[in-house]
C-alpha cells in the first residue's frame, strides 16, 4: 500500500506488482499507511485521515483537522489510531468509527512543540516524539488508560528516528549523533551508542540486538541492553531503516543500493 505526493493510495499485489484498486484521496500524503485488522490508515498534508477498506480501497471513515498536517504515519493499537499533528497534538481515534476518544497537548504558553517522528505503542503506553520551540527534542510517555503524562525525555536537538522496542527499552536516532536507549518504564536514560553522524532511520530490534542505519553511511548492530557494538557493515552513502526477516537485515542507501545481510 503506497500513499504519494499527488495524492493518490495505490494497493499492489505482493506477488506481481499489479495494481489491485486506487483512490485519488485530494491531498497528498508523506507518511506510510497503517494496515490493521483489514483497514488502511493514512493521513494528509491537508489535516485529513482516512481509514480505508484494504481489500478494496472503500472508504470506511473520516477524520478532518482544519490547517493541520498530519506528516507521519498513524499507530494503530488496542482498538484506537494515534495521529501526530503539526500543532504538537496527538489525536487519539476509536479504530472502527473515526470518532476523538481523546487527546494529549503538550502546548503551553511557553512552549510549542511540533510532531518529528511516528508515534510509537507498546505495553500499555503510548510514545510521542516530538521537538520543542528551541529545537530540543522531547519524547513523551503518556498512558492509555489515564491518558496522563507518565514521563519526558529530552535531548539537547531533535530525534526524527521513530522509537524501537521489543521489551522494557525504547532505542531511537537522532541529530546529536548518537543512538538512545532509555527504559520504557521510567523515562532513565540506560545507554548511548555514538555515531559518526546523524540518524534519521528508524532502529530494528530482532532478539537482543539494535540494527540502526546512519547518514555516516553504516549500519551499526548494538547489543539492545547494554549498547555495545556488536559489528557495522560500511555502505557508500546513508543507510536507510533496515528490515529483518529470517535472520536477514535488508537495508537501502541515499545512493540506491540494496543490501541483504547475514
Known amino acids: 500500500y503506497v500513499g504519494n505526493m499527488l495524492g493518490t493510495i495505490v494497493a499492489l499485489d505482493v506477488a506481481d506488482g499489479e495494481e489491485r484498486w486506487r483512490v485519488e484521496a485530494g491531498t497528498g500524503f508523506s507518511?506510510?499507511?497503517?494496515?490493521?485488522?483489514?483497514?488502511?490508515?493514512?493521513?494528509?498534508?491537508?489535516?485529513?485521515l482516512l481509514a480505508l477498506d484494504a481489500a478494496t480501497g472503500e472508504e470506511r471513515w473520516r477524520f478532518q483537522l482544519p490547517d493541520t498536517v498530519i506528516a507521519f504515519s498513524p499507530a494503530v493499537a488496542d482498538r484506537l489510531v494515534f495521529v501526530p499533528v503539526s500543532d504538537g497534538v496527538l489525536h487519539v481515534l476509536d479504530a472502527a468509527t473515526g470518532r476523538e476518544a481523546w487527546s494529549f497537548n503538550p502546548n503551553s504558553e511557553t512552549n510549542i512543540f511540533s510532531p518529528t517522528a511516528d508515534p510509537v505503542v507498546h505495553d500499555g503506553t503510548v510514545?510521542?516524539?516530538?521537538?520543542?520551540?528551541?529545537?530540543?527534542?522531547?519524547?513523551?510517555?503518556?498512558?492509555?488508560?489515564?491518558?496522563?503524562?507518565?514521563?519526558?525525555?529530552?535531548?539537547?536537538?531533535?530525534?526524527?528516528?521513530?522509537?524501537?522496542?521489543?521489551?522494557?527499552?525504547?532505542?531511537?536516532?537522532?541529530?546529536?549523533?548518537?543512538?538512545?536507549?532509555?527504559?520504557a518504564e521510567t523515562g532513565e536514560l540506560i545507554w548511548t551508542f555514538p555515531t559518526e553522524d546523524i540518524t534519521f532511520s528508524a532502529p530494528a530490534i530482532a532478539g537482543n540486538t539494535v540494527y540502526v542505519g546512519s547518514y555516516d553511511k553504516n549500519l551499526y548492530?548494538?547489543?539492545y541492553r547494554t549498547g555495545r557494538q556488536l559489528w557495522q557493515f560500511r555502505a557508500e552513502s546513508g543507510v536507510s531503516s533496515p528490515a529483518i526477516d529470517d535472520g536477514i537485515v535488508y537495508v537501502g542507501t541515499e545512493d540506491g543500493t540494496f543490501y541483504a545481510l547475514q
Open 31 to 48: 507518511g506510510s499507511p497503517a494496515v490493521v485488522d483489514e483497514t488502511l490508515y493514512i493521513g494528509g498534508e491537508n489535516g485529513l
Open 127 to 183: 510514545y510521542f516524539m516530538t521537538s520543542d520551540i528551541n529545537l530540543a527534542g522531547v519524547l513523551f510517555a503518556i498512558d492509555l488508560d489515564s491518558h496522563e503524562l507518565r514521563w519526558e525525555y529530552k535531548t539537547a536537538m531533535e530525534n526524527f528516528s521513530a522509537p524501537a522496542i521489543s521489551d522494557d527499552i525504547l532505542v531511537w536516532g537522532g541529530l546529536e549523533p548518537a543512538v538512545f536507549g532509555v527504559s
Open 221 to 223: 548492530a548494538i547489543d
